[in-house]
């Protein structure tokens, strides 16, 4: 007993010899400097953060929050830039902490959900957008963020029903018009994106890019003449325009004004010799017109450029399985069967985020089934298939 007594004052001894940390408290005035302070090396971060310099970001965001601990926006700005750098759990820790600094600032919910959203973490993303939104229905980016989890669940009538409130709410807000379009266009819906476009251009009929939008969808509309002239418009503006080129090249080639097709995807090739885009515009052109060599050529100067050119794997597919269904036509059988496995070969290289994937698995469905009645065929002639 006598032990533990002795341990128990030792301890206590320690203890009370032991210095004490003490917070300093700090004057009203004292705290606006420091807050001061720490807005100006925010600043510094956030420059740093635009030029995508995101380490020096983070050394300015933090030593902002040596200033000041409780600086809600700066605990958004780290998780931002952890969210540029790949580390969703370190972006998620920050998100939290600007949460329990003011769970009533909905830029929070905003930050958290999403990041929850480009994780596929639907159910979280949007419990978090609800919740900003029952907080302030005034932030458009949470109404955006649901929009696409409704995009990703199908849910086309609560996505309609968002975007058509937000236009009419933010009509000055061009990218929600792009939203949308890009949302009808994935749908296949042309018509009401060319609506929509129409109503926007009366306010906004300088504006090149919107212009271009509703080019784009004239051409999905089969509406040629109309879409040439909107990039004609761009072109008045921007002779040099790379891109607008190639759409006119394409508006030319689908009216089989070839010789004007070919003109104008040369003009883009003479303009931009290092961009692969052209030679996958000759590559399409020279397919198109049955000279596949010529576009496989193309495809390969294309691929030189950018060798995982997702586009380029298309038309070497599609090249192939055209020149399979001639020697199929023609009866050369074998020869057939190999170039449309060939043809599979290239379309497998297309990534499943691409947006040609479901083009090129309708294709390598479709052309299992004719190489299996093509094998059976050869079979009963005697012909055997090597793998």
């Not at 301890?11 to 009370?16: A, C, G, N, V």
């Not at 210095?19 to 400097?33: C, I, W």
């Not at 370190?90 to 902490?97: D, F, R, T, V």
């Not at 040099?240 to 006119?248: D, E, S, T």
């Amino acid at each position: 007993m006598k032990k533990i007594s002795n341990v128990l004052f030792i301890l206590f001894f320690i203890l009370s010899c032991a210095p004490t940390t003490t917070v300093k408290k700090y004057t009203e005035e004292e705290l606006l400097e420091r807050r001061k302070e720490a807005e100006k090396y925010y600043s510094i971060g956030a420059e740093y953060y635009k030029q995508s310099e995101w380490e020096k970001a983070l050394e300015n965001f933090n030593t902002a929050l040596s200033y000041d601990s409780n600086y809600y926006e700066v605990y958004i700005a780290i998780g931002n830039t952890y969210r540029k750098l790949r580390d969703a759990s370190k972006a998620e820790e920050y998100y939290l902490k600007a949460l329990k600094i003011d769970n009533k600032n909905s830029k929070g919910y905003e930050a958290l959900g999403d990041l929850y959203l480009s994780l596929n973490n639907l159910n979280k993303a949007e419990s978090l957008y609800m919740k900003g939104i029952n907080l302030d229905t005034t932030n458009v980016e949470l109404y955006l963020g649901l929009a696409e989890i409704y995009i990703k669940t199908n849910q086309d009538r609560k996505a309609d029903s968002l975007y058509s409130l937000l236009i009419t709410r933010c009509p000055e807000r061009l990218d929600i018009f792009y939203k949308y379009g890009e949302f009808l266009t994935r749908r296949k819906r042309f018509k009401e994106a060319k609506s929509m476009f129409e109503k926007c251009l009366i306010r906004y009929s300088e504006e090149l890019s919107l212009r271009e939008k509703y080019g784009d969808i004239l051409f999905e509309l089969n509406e040629y003449d109309k879409a040439i002239n909107e990039y004609n418009y761009i072109l008045s503006k921007n002779p040099n325009n790379v891109a607008i080129i190639l759409k006119i090249g394409d508006v030319y080639l689908k009216q089989k004004k070839y010789k004007n097709a070919l003109e104008m995807f040369n003009r883009a090739l003479n303009l931009s010799p290092n961009d692969p885009m052209p030679h996958i515009h000759l590559a399409d052109y020279y397919q198109q017109t049955g000279n596949y060599s010529k576009a496989e050529e193309e495809l390969r100067k294309a691929l030189a450029i950018s060798p995982n050119l997702d586009v380029a794997f298309v038309i070497a597919g599609d090249i192939k399985r055209r020149r399979a269904e001639e020697a199929q036509k023609n009866k050369q059988l074998k020869d057939a069967y190999y170039l449309y496995k060939e043809a599979i070969n290239n379309y497998n290289k297309v990534k499943e985020d691409s947006p040609y994937f479901e083009y090129t698995r309708n294709e390598i469905k479709r052309i299992k089934i004719i190489m299996d009645k093509i094998k059976e065929e050869l079979w009963f002639q005697g012909i055997k298939i090597e793998e």
